[in-house]
T-cell receptor, first 114, second 110 residues
Framework: NAGVTQTPKFQVLKTGQSMTLQCAQD?????MSWYRQDPGMGLRLIHYSVGAGITDQGEVPNGYNVSRSTTEDFPLRLLSAAPSQTSVYFC?????????????FGSGTRLTVV | RKEVEQDPGPFNVPEGATVAFNCTYSNSASQSFFWYRQDCRKEPKLLMS???SGNEDGRFTAQLNRASQYISLLIRDSKLSDSATYLCVVTPYNTDKLIFGTGTRLQVFP
């Protein structure tokens, strides 16, 4: 099993550009989330999904959109990139993240906005 | 006040030492608690859940004190491979949204 696959691994964007970070999982998990990790801030939840067609906002949703058309995929769209969105982005999936299953994370996307 | 607070460290300990980390959470209605481990420039991985009665997994012991709203992780007989950042994680009541602490860095030296 591939687990959680994130692409790309690295990306440099110019301010104002848009892009989509891809996340796919092959474990048939219903729960998927996007987090960003910044120095001294820990992981902060951007958006969250409990199944296909269902999404919810997390702590820091502004500037990001998500959709969940299939169980496997949960792409994160940056609408108009800003330097404040320079971060490491992690996608995660789980059967039930609030239990001993926990989250399985992807390897991350390192995004720099210049 | 942050929902989950941890001492960032670093904790520098020799091999074989015992080291303990604490974590405090602000929401008394929090329902689930975990420790994740994150190696440098890698993704977080679930280390262990934390149960009210305390639980042990090999050299690792986790405890929960609901009255004082803190969670602890004890590592015995530290190995070089234990060097990592340890993330305290809490789920608020009636949700599966995980709230992460900023992490405590552990460095084990020979």
């Amino acid at each position: 099993n591939a687990g959680v696959t994130q692409t790309p691994k690295f990306q440099v964007l110019k301010t104002g550009q848009s892009m989509t970070l891809q996340c796919a999982q092959d474990m048939n998990h219903e729960y998927m989330s996007w987090y960003r990790q910044d120095p001294g801030m820990g992981l902060r939840l951007i958006h969250y999904s409990v199944g296909a067609g269902i999404t919810d906002q997390g702590e820091v949703p502004n500037g990001y959109n998500v959709s969940r058309s299939t169980t496997e995929d949960f792409p994160l769209r940056l609408l108009s990139a800003a330097p404040s969105q320079t971060s490491v982005y992690f996608c995660a999936s789980s059967y039930s993240p609030g239990t001993f299953y926990g989250y399985t994370f992807g390897s991350g996307t390192r995004l720099t906005v210049v | 006040r942050k929902e989950v607070e941890q001492d960032p460290g670093p904790f520098n300990v020799p091999e074989g030492a015992t080291v303990a980390f604490n974590c405090t959470y602000s929401n008394s209605a929090s329902q689930s608690f975990f420790w994740y481990r994150q190696d440098c420039r890698k993704e977080p991985k679930l280390l262990m859940s934390v149960y009210s009665s305390g639980n042990e997994d090999g050299r690792f012991t986790a405890q929960l004190n609901r009255a004082s709203q803190y969670i602890s992780l004890l590592i015995r007989d530290s190995k070089l491979s234990d060097s990592a950042t340890y993330l305290c994680v809490v789920t608020p009541y009636n949700t599966d949204k995980l709230i992460f602490g900023t992490g405590t860095r552990l460095q084990v030296f020979p």
